[in-house]
């Protein structure tokens, strides 16, 4: 079993649609969760962290934590063509330590 | 949000040669860095962890001889690839924690291509 599990994709969403994108995880020691976006050829980009139980909100973007179910999720509102990218999750133990990524989910934002 | 650079942006080096990237914390401190590899169409690998000062911590299944790492400032870690061959060919980034711990900033990654 993945530390980290996410679904690859390709997730087609339409323009303006509500992205949503899930992953769960392992280690139930993890205590920070964080969602990147990548586009091709370039390195991630920080969207949002989350740490406790529950909704985050940024902007257009909302996270999820479900600490019981081992399951965070990330939410893009009102999608852009621009937010086509690959999108990783990824977990932490403790402040400062190593990144375990997922797999990656690739989202398409249609016009 | 704090900057990391990486040095160089791309590089294409013949099969046997040894190859340096740098990874510098521009406008903060780095005690600890991390180095990830990956390879087209798969997430990132975490290669291993470079501490200043003391010796890098890496992952299982990465040769240490072949991946040298020399974490020599705050500011400053280094990969080298020894004897690069055609499969060492891959995107590496280097990453390092803010201040407070809480989000890593991610260098823009270096392009090796070994032919």
């Known amino acids: 079993q993945k530390e980290v599990e996410q679904n690859s994709g390709p997730l087609s969403v339409p323009e303006g649609a509500i992205a949503s994108l899930n992953c769960t995880y392992s280690d139930r020691g993890s205590q920070s969760f964080f969602w990147y976006r990548q586009y091709s050829g370039k390195s991630p980009e920080l969207i949002m962290f989350?740490?406790?139980?529950g909704d985050k909100e940024d902007g257009r973007f909302t996270a999820q934590l479900n600490k019981a179910s081992q399951y965070v999720s990330l939410l893009i509102r009102d999608s852009q063509p621009s937010d086509s990218a690959t999108y990783l999750c990824?977990?932490?133990?403790?402040?400062?330590?190593?990144?375990?990524f997922g797999g990656g989910t690739r989202v398409l934002v249609k016009p | 949000g704090a900057v990391v650079s990486q040095h160089p942006s791309r590089v294409i080096c013949k099969s046997g040669t040894s190859v340096k990237i740098e990874c510098r914390s521009l406008d903060f401190q780095a005690t600890t860095m991390f180095w990830y590899r990956q390879f087209p169409k798969q997430s990132l690998m975490l290669m291993a962890t470079?501490?200043?000062?003391?010796?890098?911590?890496?992952e299982q299944g990465v040769e240490k001889d072949k991946f040298l790492i020399n974490h020599a400032s705050l500011t400053l870690s280094t990969l080298t690839v020894t004897s690069a061959h055609p499969e060492d060919s891959s995107f590496y980034i280097c990453?390092?924690?803010?201040?407070?711990?809480?989000?890593?900033?991610f260098g823009p990654g270096t392009r090796l291509t070994v032919l």
């Open positions: 470079s501490n200043e000062g003391s010796k890098a911590t890496y």
């Open positions: 989350i740490y406790s139980n």
């Open positions: 990824a977990v932490r133990k403790a402040a400062g330590n190593k990144l375990t």
């Open positions: 990453s390092a924690p803010g201040a407070r711990g809480d989000e890593q900033f």
